[in-house]
């Protein structure tokens, strides 16, 4: 059997492959969902980081907004980077509205990443995972 020098072995190696990753790369959970900022006006519910939660989730604020309208069976607009909807809506439910939209529309369904993005095939709306390369369909809003 050969002798390697300490600076080869394995474990010392492994140290500072381990050592040279990114501090993005070591956390457990690389995803954390969005959490929504809800004011509610009078008859209106205000989605404050609307546009936050779109980018992070990196999607398109108008297909947001009109997933939380047809979901809550409201109308709204768009002010800015905010969402107001009509109709007075707890934190609570805009949070599962949040996390719905999360699975719908951005988790990959074979192996549960967030690294996906829309794409056209035949007419069709299809969630292509950059992670595992699935493609898979998306229902339409």
């Known amino acids: 059997m050969v002798e390697l020098p300490p600076e080869l072995e394995y474990e010392t190696l492994l140290d500072r492959a381990y050592a040279l990753l990114p501090e ?4 457990p959970a690389r995803f954390e969902m969005p959490v929504a900022v809800v004011e509610i006006h009078g008859k209106s519910t205000l989605i404050k980081n609307a546009g936050q939660i779109a980018a992070d989730l990196r999607r398109d604020l108008n297909h947001f907004f009109k997933f939380m309208t047809r979901e809550f069976g409201t109308t709204g ?3 800015g980077q905010m969402i107001r909807l009509k109709g007075r809506f707890g934190p609570g439910s805009v949070q599962k509205k949040v996390q719905q939209y999360v699975r719908d529309f ?30 898979s369909p998306v229902r339409e809003i």
Not at 24 to 27: E, L, M, V
Not at 112 to 130: A, S
Request: proline residues 5%.
């Open 24 to 27: 993005s790369a070591k956390k």
């Open 106 to 135: 951005v988790l990959c369904p074979v192996c549960g990443k967030p690294d996906t993005h829309f794409i056209e095939m035949n007419g069709v709306r299809m969630l292509k995972c950059e992670a595992c390369g699935a493609v």
């Open 77 to 79: 607009s768009i002010e």
